[in-house]
């Protein structure tokens, strides 16, 4: 018994080592080079981003495409029109690589170490698998996470250019309906693919007359003027000039202008896109129409523009003037 299970081994071991060589050399030898390697793990991905993720205070790195999953989840509602979602991922991408050191970027400019930040207010927002089921709940996480998959992976590669340049993509959540304002009204300097364009597209969005109320002390504090007691002709403040947009450019409280901008930001008000009340008690009452600062892509806008049959090409052609959509230069995918 035990010579046959010997032969049966020895057997097996011809066929396994031997047998394969003979039908190589049959069929005309070993090849004569080694077979090609495999592409280098994330090449379908993109390059590699380092990101500081603002929840753990440490830098992560990240292929670019995957990245940009958790970026599309948290700047954008899921239940957004797929071409809206594929709008928002061609700009977080044209965003990202504008910040990639390797391709020439300068960085996280809070965080040196870093290519960029999960901090919305610095760099981008972005948000883990974890934080996306608690948002979505476990039931809808697959389908959510698939259908923002899918539109990454749907213009993977592709950026928004100017100029044979990547832009500054910048985009806030909705316009109010006033469309989009001038690069130079908010922040000083024209930029020729972020002009005003008409937006009328925002369906029902967010923060459509969201109010804040302010004592005259908190409010004379906050913009570092003495607000006159209200008299008969109410509070001495008054807007001297909007923008061609419609918001407020210019606003005198007493004897002190101030621009739009800056009692949006010293106020912490949604827009500039507002008016004000006196309450009966002498409070003032600001309310606000949009949200952000209103320069780039209306996200909502966007949506809107989906729903009417309009590709995320068009979209981003609409929102930053004279661009071109195409895969960035030296990058390999």
């Not at 202008?257 to 949604?270: A, D, I, P, Q």
């Not at 966007?302 to 195409?326: E, P």
Request: aromatic residues 10%; glycine residues 10%; contains cysteine.
């Amino acid at each position: 018994m035990r010579g046959f299970f010997a032969g049966v081994f020895v057997f097996v071991l011809l066929a396994v080592l031997v047998l394969p060589a003979a039908i190589v050399s049959l069929l005309g030898g070993a090849p004569t080079t080694a077979p090609t390697p495999p592409e280098p793990a994330g090449t379908e991905e993109g390059p590699t981003l380092k990101v500081f993720v603002a929840a753990s205070g440490k830098v992560k790195e990240m292929p670019l495409e995957r990245y940009l999953i958790g970026v599309v989840a948290a700047e954008m509602p899921a239940e957004f029109h797929a071409e809206a979602l594929k709008a928002q991922a061609v700009a977080a991408r044209t965003y990202a690589l504008r910040r990639l050191k390797s391709y020439g970027g300068n960085g996280c400019p809070k965080h040196p170490e870093a290519d960029i930040c999960t901090d919305p207010t610095c760099c981008q927002g972005w948000m883990s698998d974890a934080e996306l089921r608690q948002r979505w709940g476990l039931f809808s996480y697959p389908g959510y996470h698939e259908k923002i998959a899918e539109a990454v992976a749907a213009t993977r590669g592709l950026v928004v250019t100017y100029d044979h340049q990547l832009i500054e993509p910048v985009y806030h959540a909705s316009c109010g309906g006033l469309g989009t304002e001038d690069a130079e009204v908010v922040w000083g300097n024209p930029v020729p693919y972020l002009s005003h364009v008409e937006c009328t597209y925002d369906e029902n969005p967010p923060h459509m007359g969201d109010q804040v109320e302010f004592t005259l002390a908190e409010l004379g504090r906050r913009l570092e003027v003495e607000v006159a007691v209200p008299t008969s002709k109410g509070l001495d403040m008054a807007i001297l000039s909007r923008t061609k947009a419609g918001r407020v450019k210019d606003l005198r409280v007493g004897r002190m202008t101030f621009s739009g901008v800056e009692v949006r930001k010293r106020l912490g008000l949604n827009s500039t896109n507002f008016n004000w009340r006196l309450t009966a008690d002498g409070k003032v009452v600001f309310t606000t129409y949009g949200n952000g600062h209103a320069v780039g892509m209306c996200q909502y806008g966007a949506n809107g523009l989906a729903k009417q049959g309009k590709d995320f090409r068009a979209i981003l052609q609409h929102y930053y003037t004279g661009v071109d959509i195409s895969p960035p230069p030296g990058v390999s995918y």
